[in-house]
């Protein structure tokens, strides 16, 4: 439905588009079933990204700022944790390398199994990824170091040159250095960055706009009012705002949203510069709907004497928006009613003109019966 209403803006809202895929991607799993399954993935795992929805639940809790701070703080950080995942590959690459190298042919035992050894590329990178959590890396220590028989054979003819048996010298500083750069500095180096833009995120809520925000906003108002009357059109509001910068830009369709936040409507249908500003700052830091104690503090009063002298309150935006509703379902009754008059005119005049020639037919025949008995 919001597809057929908005059209093509539909897909201009970040949100709708994340609905459609979700929608999209749970038909899919459904309708195509079998398909799906033989030639592409399991469909189960398209009906369980519905899940991803409950996400939306964040964008109606404004009080939730903490959290929203921090997903903002997680989305800002993910180009710093891609160049630390980089880094951590390649320190892992260089050890596997190593590792193969030294112990490829190590005696599996304790942590070093089926799956957990040196012996391939890729079962090296699993093993080292383990241990980059500090996760068994004690168990993949004792099997590197059993150098002595019996624990390991050394007689045994393989390209290692020391049968199956590690090496306490190499698998010392090897695993140690490994634990190190990657448990100790990589990993905490990913709860930094989150640190950091979670505290800068948390930072900018508090200070609320920067003056280049500020800025931009009285830029943009020129243009819509070149001689500086404080004032614009009702009607320009929705390509004003359309036309600001994030975070106070609010894009079309926005009329709704202009409607909810009760914007005030002076004479000759003019919105004010302060007005306009100061919903969108309230829209910004999640108080729009927030009451205000009614002190000598508030900054709302201040807002007040700002105002020109011709400034005169008429109306509000909600107010229009319930005018223009009620008028149309007004208007609406009024044609009803209209074309169910019409209806019933010309139902009553069909009958009336049946009734007539009803009464010309039986005059009719009572005529002619009439001149029928004089002969």
């Known amino acids: 439905m919001k597809l057929v209403a908005l059209n093509y803006k539909y897909f201009t809202i970040p949100w709708n588009v994340f609905d459609f895929i979700i929608v999209i991607a749970s038909v899919l799993g459904e309708v195509l079933g079998e398909i799906v399954t033989t030639f592409l993935v399991n469909p189960t795992l398209l009906r369980v990204a519905r899940i991803a929805r409950v996400g939306r639940i964040l964008r109606l809790i404004k009080g939730a700022k903490v959290i929203r701070a921090l997903l903002f703080a997680l ?42 050894n040196f012996e391939t590329f890729p079962n090296s990178m699993i093993v080292l990824f383990q241990m980059c959590t500090t996760a068994g890396w004690s168990g993949v220590y004792q099997a590197l170091t059993n150098d002595q028989p019996p624990d390991c054979d050394p007689t045994l003819n393989l390209p290692s040159h020391k049968g199956d048996c590690g090496d306490t010298a190499i698998a010392t500083p090897f695993l140690v250095s490994y634990v190190i750069l990657t448990s100790f500095v990589v990993i905490n180096m990913y709860i930094a960055v989150i640190l950091e833009n979670f505290s800068q995120a948390q930072e900018d809520v508090q200070q609320g706009l920067t003056d280049d ?7 943009k108002w020129q243009r819509f009012d070149p001689s500086g009357s404080q004032y614009i059109q009702y009607d320009q509001l929705s390509n004003f705002v359309d036309g600001l910068e994030p975070p106070l830009r609010i894009p079309k369709p926005n009329h709704l949203l202009l409607a909810a936040m009760d914007l005030p409507i002076c004479e000759h249908d003019r919105m004010h510069c302060v007005d306009i500003l100061d919903a969108l700052i309230k829209d910004f830091l999640g108080t729009l709907l927030v009451p205000v104690a009614d002190t000598e503090d508030d900054p709302s009063h201040e807002i007040e004497q700002n105002r020109p002298k011709n400034y005169k309150r008429i109306t509000t935006t909600l107010q229009r928006q319930r005018e223009l509703y009620l008028s149309r379902r007004g208007l609406k009754a009024f044609r009803t009613n209209v074309e169910r008059r019409r209806d019933e005119r010309k139902t009553r005049e069909a009958i009336s ?23």
């Not at 925000?213 to 830029?219: K, L, T, V």
């Open 75 to 116: 989305v800002v950080s993910m180009p710093a944790l891609f160049n630390i995942g980089l880094l951590l590959f390649l320190i892992m690459f260089i050890y596997s390398i190593f590792g193969m190298s030294f112990f490829g042919y190590v005696r599996k035992s304790a942590g070093i199994t089926n799956l957990f």
């Open 213 to 219: 925000e500020y800025d931009m906003y009285y830029e």
């Open 353 to 375: 003109e049946k009734a007539i020639v009803g009464k010309l037919i039986e005059s009719y025949h009572l005529k002619t019966s009439a001149q029928s008995n004089q002969q």
